[in-house]
């Protein structure tokens, strides 16, 4: 049972129901994790500006961004997360089989090199980020990453980081579509 009722749309009003215009229109839904940062207006629009910038823009492809979000948030044991992320990427054309696979071990995945190195880089960010070799770096340049991308795969790393601790401190419950 979530510890803050998510916020009703028909209650929102101003920002919260333009955030949730714009939401619902790159969704086709409103996810509880806005529904229930929109009890602070300002969370919803700092949380909804950021998932447009890191999600929605950059040069990385959404099938990399969706597979940082998915491990990262399992990493951390965030099930909300998993879930939507898991939908995600089947939106997106992948099968379950080919997600599960994602989750056992992305690196028999279908990713090329330079993305499954910029993956990993993430994880272990999230996971112990002082033990990050400088050769990591080096082997990400020499497959061609570029300081954006790896800012890029880190900011999506980031993003999870925060959203996996708030999903988890209040019980968010799960969206019906991500079950």
Not at 49 to 59: D, L, Q, Y
Not at 103 to 116: H, L
Not at 129 to 156: C, H, N, S, W, Y
Request: charged share 25%.
């Amino acid at each position: 049972m979530p510890r803050i009722v998510p916020l009703d749309p028909k209650q929102a009003i101003g920002e919260t129901a333009d955030s949730f215009r714009e939401i619902a229109s790159a969704f086709g839904m409103i996810p509880n994790l806005f529904r229930t940062s929109a009890h602070h207006p300002p969370l919803l629009r700092a949380n909804w500006n950021k998932v447009k910038a890191v999600m929605m823009e950059g040069r990385l492809s959404r099938k990399v961004k969706e597979t940082i979000a998915l491990l990262v948030s399992k990493d951390n044991g965030c099930e909300y997360c998993v879930a939507a992320h898991s939908a995600a990427l089947r939106a997106i054309g992948l099968s379950s089989e080919t997600v599960a696979g994602i989750m056992v071990d992305p690196d028999k995945s279908n990713f090329a090199a330079k993305e499954k190195a910029l993956i990993g880089l993430a994880r272990q960010a999230n996971l112990a980020p002082r033990r990050i070799a400088e050769g990591q770096f080096q082997t990400l340049r020499e497959l061609g990453a570029t300081d954006a991308e790896i800012v890029e795969a880190l900011g999506v790393m980031e993003l999870f980081v925060g959203f996996n601790k708030f999903l988890d401190s209040l019980q968010v419950e799960l969206d019906s579509r991500s079950r």
